[in-house]
Structure formats: structure tokens, C-alpha cells
């Protein structure tokens, strides 16, 4: 039974007029309007990415190297005491590797032998 109205001719036929819908006039040019509309807002968008987002970006970039190098240099005029805390670098033993840290950095960190 299942088969017969699958397989029937006046179905597929029925399918087939059904199915495939073609558009109209109007819809063709309401879609070519959206169409145009992307393509004008997609070239805004591109032209604010290159004349203002990569301008900001590269001001932006300046100007945290330029604190970067004002930090750095106040850091080299004024080095950092290290305030010897107990509990800072207490080792019940030393490494097998050494007595500094695995991760250890001598510009970064205080060394456990200059306590």
C-alpha cells in the first residue's frame, strides 16, 4: 500500500509542481536590494576597520610601549628591595637540580642563597 503512494505518478507529479516554488518578481528585487544593501554596508565596515580601528590600534600600541619604556627605565634607576620574609624561599631541602627554583629568574626573583 505504501508503495502505491510513494510510487505513484500523480504524486511525484503533485510533488514536483508543488515543490519547487519560483519567485517572483517583486521578491527578485526586494533581494536585490538586500543584496545591494550588504554590499554598501560591507564596504563601510571595511573602510572604518582600515581608517580608524588600525590607526586606534596602532596609537594604542605606541602608547603602551612608550609607559613600557618609562616603567623600565624608572625600574633601573630605582631597583626593587627585596624584603626578606620567613617564609619566603624556605626550603626543608634543596632541589636535586640546585638550590634556586625550576622557574627561577635572578632579574625577577630573590635568589634563596642571598639570604
Known amino acids: 500500500m505504501a ?3 510513494l510510487f505513484n505518478n500523480q504524486v511525484l507529479q503533485s510533488v ?3 515543490g519547487i516554488r519560483f519567485s517572483s518578481t517583486a521578491s527578485a528585487a526586494e533581494q536585490e536590494a538586500i543584496r ?3 554590499a554598501k554596508s560591507a564596504d563601510t565596515w571595511k573602510k572604518i576597520s582600515i581608517f580608524v580601528c588600525i590607526p586606534a590600534l596602532a596609537a594604542a600600541s605606541l602608547n603602551a ?3 613600557y619604556e618609562k616603567h623600565h627605565e ?3 634607576h630605582h631597583p626593587k628591595e627585596w624584603v626578606k620574609y620567613e ?3 624556605y626550603r626543608a631541602r634543596e632541589f636535586f637540580w640546585g638550590n634556586e ?3 627561577f629568574n635572578p632579574s625577577v626573583n630573590l635568589s634563596a642563597s642571598e639570604e
Request: hydrophobic letters at 40%; charged letters at 15%; a positive charge.
Open 87 to 89: 617564609y619566603i624561599n
Open 16 to 18: 514536483k509542481r508543488t
Open 36 to 38: 545591494a544593501h550588504a
Open 3 to 5: 508503495s502505491r503512494v
Open 74 to 76: 624608572h625600574q633601573l
Open 65 to 67: 610601549y612608550n609607559l
Open 101 to 103: 627554583s625550576l622557574f
